[in-house]
């Protein structure tokens, strides 16, 4: 079982920064990817960027430029700093893990004001 717990959602104006973590514990493989999705409201769940083990990074283009994905294997944490968020950013966002399983978190609303 792994369990994925996010940190760091709120409202911010359009410009502005916020910084996402998401710790994981449980039974963690160790070569895994983490990451984040997002999922605005009536809209499919969508890849933000991810993260493997080894460092290599994928970014959506909507975000490439703003975010960036970082993590601490030591820690299983994984972070998300976005920069220049804008109104169309507004979603909740999702932590993800893959290794042997697909494993969730259960969101964190992100809502940038314009």
């Known amino acids: 079982q792994v369990q994925l717990v996010e940190f760091g959602g709120g409202l911010v104006q359009a410009g502005g920064s916020l910084r996402l973590s998401c710790a994981a514990s449980?039974?963690?493989?160790?070569?895994?990817?983490m990451g984040w999705y997002r999922q605005a409201p009536g809209k499919q769940r969508e890849l933000v960027a991810i993260i493997t083990n080894g460092g290599t990074t994928t970014y959506a283009d909507s975000v490439k430029g703003r975010f960036t994905i970082s993590r601490d294997n030591a820690k299983n944490t994984v972070y998300l700093q976005m920069n220049s968020l804008k109104p169309e950013d507004t979603a909740v966002y999702y932590c993800?893990?893959?290794?042997?399983?697909?494993?969730w978190g259960q969101g964190t609303q992100v809502t940038v004001s314009s």
């Open positions: 993800y893990l893959a290794a042997r399983s697909i494993n």
């Open positions: 449980g039974s963690i493989f160790s070569i895994n990817v």
